[in-house]
């Protein structure tokens, strides 16, 4: 059985290389320095024993309430007493107001180490996030110490029985005056798939409720955000009741809940009818935690595969039995697992430092959704290749690579499906203010030491944003344009890594990676340029009736 291991060394190359955090005013490289090992010191002691629990034992339903295991609850105490829960979190509520790409470090590792950890703790800073963005001055006094400090955590409230993707769909209902005390609103619906609905890490659990108010216009106009605590000021708990726990394919560790609410209390985050707008600045920080998860799932997918490849005898050379690590195909799967480990590292961390910059919204509209989409994708396939690497074994449940095979299955579905993902940016992203967006991206790929394989990929995606901008039959192609457009920007990301190898952790092994991307991974662009612009047609719906 192999355990995770924080890959501190790659994090840091990653992180100073590519994401250039210099770039923010208040850096300090000598933070960094002591923040990454103290950071990976606690994970590996206290969350990676975690992974295997999660999954073997899982949240229960009890009585109405969730129950963790012990061993999780007892080391989420350790995680807050740490002050983990408030890295990024502003100082006059109690944070430590670093940069959030200290915070994509700290997701990193976490995620490498229990996603189903990992998952339930980020909704947390999405929800500091939101009620910073979109909470009143009094709000914010009053809810955000608690998140930051970790005495509360979050969830998020979006999904309905007939309300999936389709948010206009939402038919939980607040009304204003109907609380005992006539004050805030009372919130009636339910709610399915949320993650951390409820759990015993904390008492309190604030609900981020997406729902309408009686005279609302209909669809996405008419939806409001709504802070929703399970436990009201005066101790006594919100009418909010989780009647189900799914049983999933994987993510044991994340209570994942059907939510009842009863004329639960709560109170307005920001204007009635923008609770859309509102609930994007958490969506958006979900998704690209969903990159980082991830990542992290293959970084440990690589360090058991690759552990696993370099004690594993099969086949012969002059030289005697040989260890599979001498075969090329067995390379080329290892290559591509690192690969892309590193690749949606370094895209993610770029994107952070950016946005702490203040990159312009619609280019983050671009790279959001694509960091999301590309690196979940990635790790969908690279995962069923560190299965292969282990052959026979890797379908034991004793070497650990089926685990992450079931729990990274999820993460091109939730926090926005990729194909909703990827429609939103051939639909909106690049068309929005005459292209100003794609032009932008153009500049971000086309800057820096640029192989003829990596230009031949952005001409590529030239041509196949200027079919997509006037198109209106988008739909057989979005899928092709959103692999484009990540590719392209992964593209970009290895080129900068391989300018730096000489700092690398392992330059012999970054550079063949980056041969490899080059070489393997990059024509495929003209694979997809091919297609998007020679699509076949949407079919009548009725070729596909039961």
């Given at each position: 059985?192999?355990?995770?291991t924080?890959?501190?060394?790659?994090?840091?190359?990653?992180?100073?290389?590519?994401?250039?955090p210099?770039?923010?005013?208040?850096?300090?490289?000598?933070?960094?320095?002591?923040?990454?090992?103290?950071?990976?010191?606690?994970?590996?002691?206290?969350?990676?024993?975690?992974?295997?629990?999660?999954?073997?034992?899982?949240?229960?339903?009890?009585?109405?309430?969730?129950?963790?295991?012990?061993?999780?609850?007892?080391?989420?105490?350790?995680?807050?007493?740490?002050?983990?829960?408030?890295?990024?979190?502003?100082?006059?509520?109690?944070?430590?107001?670093?940069?959030?790409?200290?915070?994509?470090?700290?997701?990193?590792?976490l995620?490498?180490?229990?996603?189903?950890?990992?998952?339930?703790?980020?909704?947390?800073?999405?929800?500091?996030?939101?009620?910073?963005?979109?909470?009143?001055?009094?709000?914010?006094?009053?809810l955000?110490?608690?998140?930051?400090s970790?005495?509360?955590?979050?969830?998020?409230?979006?999904?309905?029985?007939d309300?999936?993707s389709?948010?206009g769909?939402?038919?939980?209902?607040?009304?204003?005056?109907a609380?005992?005390?006539?004050?805030?609103?009372?919130?009636?619906?339910?709610?399915?798939?949320?993650?951390?609905?409820?759990?015993?890490?904390?008492?309190?659990?604030?609900?981020?409720?997406?729902?309408?108010?009686?005279?609302?216009?209909?669809?996405?106009?008419?939806?409001?955000?709504?802070?929703?605590?399970?436990?009201?000021?005066?101790?006594?708990?919100?009418?909010?009741?989780?009647?189900?726990?799914e049983?999933?394919?994987?993510?044991?560790?994340s209570?994942?809940?059907?939510?009842?609410?009863?004329?639960?209390?709560?109170?307005?985050?920001?204007?009635?009818g923008?609770?859309?707008?509102?609930m994007?600045?958490?969506?958006?920080?979900e998704?690209l935690?969903?990159?980082?998860?991830?990542?992290?799932?293959?970084?440990?997918?690589?360090?058991?595969?690759?552990?696993?490849?370099?004690?594993?005898?099969?086949?012969?050379?002059?030289?005697?039995?040989?260890?599979?690590?001498?075969?090329?195909?067995?390379?080329?799967?290892?290559?591509?697992?690192?690969?892309?480990?590193?690749?949606?590292?370094?895209?993610?961390?770029?994107?952070?430092?950016?946005?702490?910059?203040?990159?312009?919204?619609?280019?983050?509209?671009?790279?959001?959704?694509?960091?999301?989409a590309?690196?979940?994708?990635?790790?969908?396939?690279?995962?069923?290749?560190?299965?292969?690497?282990?052959?026979?074994?890797?379908?034991?449940?004793?070497?650990?690579?089926?685990?992450?095979?079931?729990?990274?299955?999820?993460?091109?579905?939730?926090?926005?499906?990729?194909?909703?993902?990827?429609?939103?940016?051939?639909?909106?992203?690049?068309?929005?203010?005459?292209g100003?967006?794609?032009?932008?991206?153009?500049?971000?790929?086309?800057?820096?030491?640029?192989?003829?394989?990596?230009?031949?990929?952005?001409?590529?995606?030239?041509?196949?944003?200027?079919?997509?901008?006037?198109?209106?039959?988008?739909?057989?192609?979005?899928?092709?344009?959103m692999?484009?457009?990540?590719?392209?920007?992964?593209?970009?990301?290895?080129?900068?890594?391989e300018?730096?190898?000489?700092?690398?952790?392992?330059?012999?092994?970054?550079?063949?990676?980056?041969?490899?991307?080059?070489?393997?991974?990059?024509?495929?662009a003209?694979?997809?340029?091919?297609?998007?612009?020679?699509?076949?047609?949407?079919?009548?719906?009725?070729?596909?009736?039961?």
């Open positions: 059985m192999i355990d995770y924080a890959s501190e060394a790659d994090i840091a190359f990653v992180l100073k290389h590519i994401g250039r210099e770039r923010l005013g208040d850096w300090s490289d000598d933070l960094a320095e002591d923040l990454i090992p103290a950071l990976a010191k606690f994970i590996n002691a206290e969350i990676a024993p975690l992974d295997l629990i999660g999954d073997e034992v899982g949240a229960k339903l009890e009585n109405g309430r969730v129950r963790m295991p012990p061993e999780m609850v007892t080391a989420y105490k350790r995680y807050t007493e740490a002050g983990w829960p408030g890295l990024c979190s502003p100082e006059e509520f109690g944070g430590m107001n670093l940069p959030h790409v200290f915070g994509a470090v700290l997701a990193d590792m995620a490498g180490a229990c996603i189903s950890y990992e998952m339930v703790l980020s909704l947390a800073q999405g929800c500091i996030r939101t009620i910073k963005a979109s909470g009143s001055d009094d709000q914010k006094a009053r955000l110490p608690q998140l930051v970790g005495e509360w955590m979050a969830s998020m409230c979006l999904t309905e029985p309300a999936g389709d948010l769909r939402i038919k939980t209902l607040a009304v204003t005056g609380t005992p005390d006539g004050d805030g609103y009372a919130i009636s619906g339910a709610k399915i798939f949320i993650s951390g609905g409820d759990h015993d890490y904390t008492d309190n659990v604030i609900h981020l409720v997406l729902a309408r108010t009686p005279d609302a216009a209909p669809g996405v106009r008419g939806l409001s955000l709504f802070a929703c605590p399970a436990v009201l000021p005066d101790g006594t708990r919100n009418t909010v009741q989780t009647v189900r726990l049983e999933k394919m994987g993510m044991h560790g209570p994942t809940c059907q939510m009842a609410f009863d004329g639960a209390r709560g109170e307005l985050l920001g204007e009635e923008k609770g859309l707008a509102a994007f600045t958490m969506m958006n920080a998704r935690d969903v990159s980082l998860q991830a990542v992290g799932q293959m970084d440990v997918a690589f360090q058991r595969a690759r552990a696993h490849a370099a004690g594993r005898r099969q086949g012969t050379t002059s030289e005697g039995t040989a260890l599979i690590t001498q075969h090329g195909d067995v390379q080329r799967m290892l290559l591509d697992i690192y690969a892309h480990a590193m690749g949606c590292r370094a895209m993610v961390y770029k994107t952070f430092v950016d946005m702490d910059l203040g990159a312009d919204q619609g280019l983050l509209d671009i790279l959001t959704p694509t960091c999301k590309f690196a979940t994708d990635a790790v969908n396939a690279t995962s069923s290749l560190a299965v292969q690497v282990h052959g026979g074994y890797g379908f034991c449940k004793e070497y650990r690579v089926e685990q992450i095979m079931r729990d990274a299955r999820i993460m091109a579905i939730y926090e926005g499906t990729n194909g909703v993902l990827a429609t939103g940016v051939a639909r909106r992203a690049i068309r929005a203010k005459d100003a967006a794609a032009t932008a991206f153009d500049d971000l790929v086309s800057t820096g030491e640029t192989s003829m394989e990596l230009a031949d990929a952005i001409e590529d995606w030239r041509q196949a944003t200027a079919a997509m901008q006037t198109r209106g039959d988008i739909g057989p192609s979005v899928n092709d344009y692999r484009l457009t990540g590719l392209v920007y992964f593209g970009r990301v290895w080129a900068d890594m300018a730096a190898a000489d700092q690398a952790p392992e330059p012999a092994l970054l550079r063949a990676a980056a041969a490899h991307v080059r070489s393997r991974l990059l024509p495929e003209a694979l997809l340029r091919r297609r998007i612009l020679n699509p076949e047609p949407t079919h009548d719906a009725a070729l596909f009736a039961a």
